[in-house]
Structure formats: structure tokens, C-alpha cells
């Protein structure tokens, strides 16, 4: 394996601060607003990062691969800018639909806000941490002094004892998502010429709506709970259950970094000698311990991220941190043996069956009348996808013959080159 360290720490530091500037933004939420206000903040966030995640219209998935296949500067600062086009013309399609069933609480303002969120979600890149070294670290140090930014701004209201408003927690969670937005892209531009920015690109348009289903299946699987919960419950029920579930897809959103690294080193062929049992059973004991550890210290963590009235959402997130073991190990071995666009067909399975396990819990939530209920998603969906994945790898059905290529040498460039039913990557020198 190449030495990674720098790069993973420059990762790490990047999910740190975008996860503090979210919570501390629920913390003084939860010590300054009413309950109900607090509940509305969560709900507006819930439905804002689903609407973004349907305007992404299925471009993050092959994004990464993409990148990591285009050495040069100025192809990468090229497809940024054809990527986020197709991405905005979509948003558009999204904003109306998002504003009618944007939870508002009666005023219009944090309405508006609120579309201004899904415009800041849905323009920000995570896939260009594939990028060449100058690219990664531009975007992930504008990412990083926006939300430090942020986490200082919320940091002194809660020790001045100022009672900010809803409306001013929303406009500097904006601030805070559209400021790294704007600086990326005027500095990408200085790569390409104008004329590049507004190009519709329909090979890479095609190749979005091979991952479209995936990502819309995807949406129903984990990241619509809070959306579904929201539409169905009152504030009442659903506020212990969106505490527990924005604290642990905030640790998923540390898979979500990893996965990217394991996609660049896979491109790269590094996984072609290790068996996808050893890896899985590394990732899974790995984070058996830190489920253990999380399990443990839910109060702690709720109290931190929250306030101390919210700490019953505990038991909650001890039932969604049952599945995070297998969710782990499920993204470690995608991305690590079935990133290739050919699997992109296996991968909608992967993804219809954990909609399926979850939607069903959903349901069942729903019929009880107990959202809580709704954390037991995770368990059944994660479980389904992990017996489909460890069945298929075994067999070798998906990951026989040409699955990674070869290790590239120093000198070797990846050079995508397209046939009739997927991505071969050449080596050349």
C-alpha cells in the first residue's frame, strides 16, 4: 500500500470540521430554541439534504473513478465544471418540489433558507478529494476554513449566552456550505477557458443515469428516514429519533471519506492481491469495537452534540449502532472490489435490497406508531446486502479475470478508454 497518511489526516481533519460546524449548530439550537423550534431546524436540514441528493441525479458515484482516471489538472477542473452544470440544471428541476414540503413552521424566511441549503448540498463536491494532490487540498482547505468558521460563530453564541434565532443558525449553516462552493469554483476556472464551463457533456450525462436508479434506491434505503419520518409523524414523535439519526449518519459520513480513498487505491490496483474476507473481516472487528465504544457513550455524545434533555434518544442510536458493523464492512468491499461501471448493475441489487429491508421497518414503524422503531433499518437492510455480497464475491461471479486492473507503476498514467459494455483502463507510459 503507498503511504496514505498525509492525505487520510487532511480527510479527517476535513470530516471533523464540516461534522462540528453541523452540531454546533444543534447544540445552540437545542440550548437556545424552544423544542418545537429545534425539531423544525432538524426537519429543514432532513429535507434539504434529501433534496440534494436527488438533484445529484446519480454523478457522485462515477466521479470518483473518473478522477482518479484523469491525471491532468485541467481535465479535472473540465469535469468538475461538467459535472456541477448538469448537477445545477437538475437543482433547478428540485428547488419548487423542495420549497413545497420544505417544513417551515408557518414563515417564510427559513423556507427560503432552506432552498439555499439544498443549493449549497447539492454544489459541493466530496468526490474531488480523487483529485490530483493540488485540487484535493484546495477543496479540502476551503472546506475547512468555512466550517472552523462556523464552529467559531456558533461556539461564541453558546458562551455569550446569545439567543440567536432560528433564521440566524440557518443563514450561517448556509454561509458556511455556499462559501467553499464559490471559492473552489473560481478557482478551478482558472484552469479552463469560459467556454468549457456551460458544455453539456452527454457521455458523462449517460453515465449518470446508469448510476441514477442506484442513487434513488440508495435514498429510499437509509438516507430517506428522516424524510419519511418527518412527513409522517408529528414534531412530537420523530424529535428523539432525528437526534439519534443525525448523530449516526454523522459517523457514517466517515465511511462515506474512506470509501473515496478505498476508490482511488482500487483504481489504482492495490487491492488485487488481498482477499475480500480479509478485508471484510478487518473493517468488521475494526468497527464492532467502535460500536461498542459509541454504545457506551451515547449520553455523552447526545449531551455534547444536543443538550441534556435529549440524551433518552440514546437507546435509539444504540439500536441503529447494532447495523453499523455490517454497513461498514458493506462499504469497504464495494468500493473496494465493485467500483468498476460494469458492477454498477450489481450495485443496484445491493441497493434494491437494503431499500426493500428498510422500507419494510419503515412500515412497520408507521403501522405501530412508534418511529423509533425505524432504527432497526439499518440492522435488516445491512444484513440482506452483506449475505447477497459475501455470497456473490465468494463465488467470484463479480470480481473474477479483469475486476481490478494492475498496480501502476510510477510512471503510468490510467487513460479511460470506453467499449461497448464498460470502462477499460490501458496502461501507458
Known amino acids: 500500500m503507498p503511504n496514505i497518511s498525509g492525505r487520510l489526516c487532511l480527510m479527517l481533519v476535513l470530516f471533523v470540521a464540516n461534522t462540528a460546524s453541523l452540531f454546533v449548530a444543534f447544540k445552540a439550537a437545542a440550548i437556545t430554541l424552544s423544542p418545537s423550534q429545534n425539531v ?18 446519480g454523478y457522485s458515484r462515477p466521479a470518483y473513478r473518473n478522477l482518479a482516471q484523469r491525471p491532468q489538472l485541467a481535465d479535472q477542473a473540465s469535469y468538475y465544471y461538467k459535472v456541477n452544470f448538469q448537477r445545477f440544471l437538475m437543482m433547478l428541476l428540485c428547488l419548487p418540489v423542495a420549497y413545497m414540503y420544505m417544513p417551515t413552521g408557518g414563515q417564510s424566511l427559513p423556507a427560503v433558507l432552506g432552498i439555499l441549503l439544498v443549493v449549497g448540498f447539492s454544489l459541493r463536491s ?51 456550505r455556499l462559501g467553499s462552493v464559490l471559492v473552489v469554483s473560481e478557482r478551478l476556472l482558472r484552469y479552463i477557458s469560459w467556454k468549457s464551463v456551460f458544455r453539456f457533456d452527454r457521455d458523462i450525462f449517460r453515465e449518470s443515469l446508469d448510476s441514477l436508479a442506484i442513487r434513488l434506491i440508495m435514498l429510499g434505503s437509509h438516507w430517506s428516514n428522516g424524510l419519511f419520518l418527518v412527513v409522517l409523524f408529528t414534531q412530537s414523535h420523530v424529535g428523539l429519533y432525528l437526534q439519534a439519526d443525525k448523530l449516526f449518519y454523522a459517523g457514517v459520513g466517515t465511511l462515506a471519506f474512506l470509501s473515496q480513498e478505498l476508490v482511488r487505491l482500487a483504481t ?18 475494526i468497527s464492532v469495537i467502535v460500536s461498542l465504544f459509541f454504545a457506551f457513550t451515547a449520553p455523552f455524545f ?10 433518552d434518544a440514546a437507546e435509539t442510536l444504540r439500536w441503529m449502532l447494532l447495523g453499523f458493523p455490517l454497513l461498514a464492512t458493506n462499504f469497504a468491499l464495494g468500493n473496494a472490489y465493485l467500483h468498476h461501471r460494469r458492477h454498477d448493475g450489481f450495485a443496484l441489487k445491493l441497493a434494491s435490497v437494503a431499500a426493500i429491508g428498510n422500507l419494510l421497518v419503515v412500515a412497520v414503524a408507521y403501522i405501530t406508531m412508534r418511529p423509533s422503531l425505524a432504527a432497526f ?7 440482506a446486502v452483506f449475505l447477497l455480497l459475501a455470497y456473490t464475491l465468494q463465488k467470484g461471479a463479480q470480481t473474477a479475470g479483469d475486476n481490478v486492473p494492475k498496480a501502476m507503476t510510477p ?16 496502461i501507458g507510459r
Not at 423544525?40 to 441525479?57: G, K, P, T
Not at 447526545?302 to 440524551?311: P, Q
Not at 433499518?377 to 444484513?383: A, M, N, P
Not at 503510468?412 to 477499460?424: E, G, M, N, W, Y
Open 40 to 57: 423544525l431546524l432538524l426537519s429543514i436540514h432532513s429535507v434539504s439534504m434529501f433534496a440534494s441528493q436527488v438533484a445529484d441525479l
Open 126 to 176: 466530496p468526490w474531488l478529494v480523487a483529485a490530483n494532490t493540488s485540487i484535493f487540498r484546495m477543496y479540502s482547505i476551503s472546506e475547512i476554513i468555512f466550517s472552523s468558521l462556523a464552529v467559531a460563530i456558533f461556539t461564541a453564541l453558546i458562551f455569550l449566552r446569545y439567543h440567536p434565532s432560528l433564521v440566524v443558525i440557518l443563514g450561517i449553516l448556509v454561509a458556511s
Open 268 to 285: 489504482a490496483g492495490h487491492f488485487q492481491k488481498v482477499r475480500w474476507y480479509t478485508v471484510g473481516a478487518s473493517c468488521f472487528v
Open 302 to 311: 447526545l449531551k455534547l452534540a444536543f443538550s441534556a434533555k435529549y440524551v
Open 377 to 383: 433499518g439499518v440492522l435488516v437492510s445491512e444484513s
Open 411 to 426: 510512471t503510468a498514467v490510467l487513460q479511460p478508454v470506453r467499449s461497448t459494455s464498460a470502462f477499460v483502463t490501458r
